[in-house]
C-alpha cells in the first residue's frame, strides 16, 4: 500500500545539524522528494532523490536514502531560524504518473 | 522563468455554492496535479492532468473535477460545497517524467 510517514516535530539550536527522518511503504517507488513549507505559503522543493540512489548532497542539504528499510532522511546542516518550517517527505509510485504520496510533515523550531 | 500561478488566492462561499480556481503552470510544463491540504488529512492528490487528459484520479467524490485547456492552464471545479471542502488547495507543475514538481502558492478556500 502508499503511506508515508514521519514524525511530526523536531527542536534544533542555531548553528546545530537537524534530521529529519521519512518511512515509506511502497518499493515501487521511483522519486523521494523533501518540499518545505513556511506559514500561509506553498510547498518549495527542496531536493528529490532517485530511488536507486544512496545520498544526494545539495549544499547544506544532504539527503540518504536506505532502501532495504524504506527509510529516507534529510540532514540540514548549520540550521538556522530561516529553516523553521515544516518539512514533507513524499514520494511518486511507477505508474502513478507525477502523483506524490506525501507524509503528515514535520515541524521544525529552530531555537537560539 | 515564472513560477507556478493560481489564482484567487483567497476564497470565501457558502454550503451549496459551486467554485472554480485556476492554475497557470510553468511555461513548457505540461502536467498540472491539484492537492488538497487539511490539518486532518493532511495532503491529499485530487488529479493529474496532461496534456488536456486526465492521466490519475484520487479518492475524492464526484463533486470535485477538473481540465486541462491547450495552453496547458488547468482549472479545477467543486460543485455543491459542503464545509469539509475547506482547504489550501495546491497545483504543481512538472514535464512529463515529473521529477521536478513544482508548486504554486496555492487558493485557500473557506466555507461557511
Known amino acids: 500500500g502508499e503511506d508515508v510517514e514521519q514524525s511530526l516535530f523536531l527542536s534544533v539550536r542555531e548553528g546545530d545539524s537537524s534530521v529529519i527522518n521519512c518511512t515509506y511503504t511502497?518499493?515501487?517507488?521511483?522519486?523521494l522528494y523533501w518540499y518545505k513549507q513556511e506559514p500561509g505559503a506553498g510547498l518549495q522543493l527542496l531536493t528529490y532523490?532517485?530511488?536507486?540512489?544512496d545520498m544526494k548532497q545539495d549544499q547544506r542539504l544532504t539527503v540518504l536514502l536506505n532502501k532495504k528499510d524504506k527509510h529516507l532522511s534529510l540532514r540540514i546542516a548549520d540550521t538556522q531560524t530561516g529553516d523553521s518550517a515544516i518539512y514533507f517527505c513524499a514520494e511518486s509510485i511507477s505508474g502513478g504518473y507525477n502523483k506524490l504520496i506525501f507524509g503528515a510533515g514535520t515541524r521544525l523550531a529552530v531555537h537560539p | 522563468k515564472a513560477g507556478v500561478t493560481q489564482t484567487p488566492r483567497y476564497l470565501i462561499k457558502t454550503r451549496g455554492q459551486q467554485v472554480t480556481l485556476s492554475c497557470s503552470p510553468i511555461s513548457g510544463h505540461r502536467s498540472v496535479s491539484w492537492y488538497q491540504q487539511t490539518p486532518g488529512q493532511g495532503l491529499q492528490f485530487l488529479f493529474e492532468?496532461?496534456?488536456?487528459?486526465?492521466?490519475n484520479k484520487g479518492n475524492f467524490p464526484g463533486r470535485f473535477s477538473g481540465r486541462q485547456f491547450s495552453n496547458s492552464r488547468s482549472e479545477m471545479n467543486v460543485s455543491t460545497l459542503e464545509l469539509g471542502d475547506s482547504a489550501l488547495y495546491l497545483c504543481?507543475?512538472?514535464?512529463?517524467?515529473?521529477?521536478?514538481?513544482?508548486f504554486g502558492p496555492g487558493t485557500r478556500l473557506t466555507v461557511l
Open positions: 504543481a507543475s512538472s514535464t512529463d517524467g515529473g521529477r521536478d514538481q513544482f
Open positions: 511502497d518499493s515501487s517507488s521511483t522519486y
Open positions: 532523490i532517485f530511488s536507486n540512489m
Open positions: 492532468y496532461f496534456s488536456e487528459t486526465q492521466r
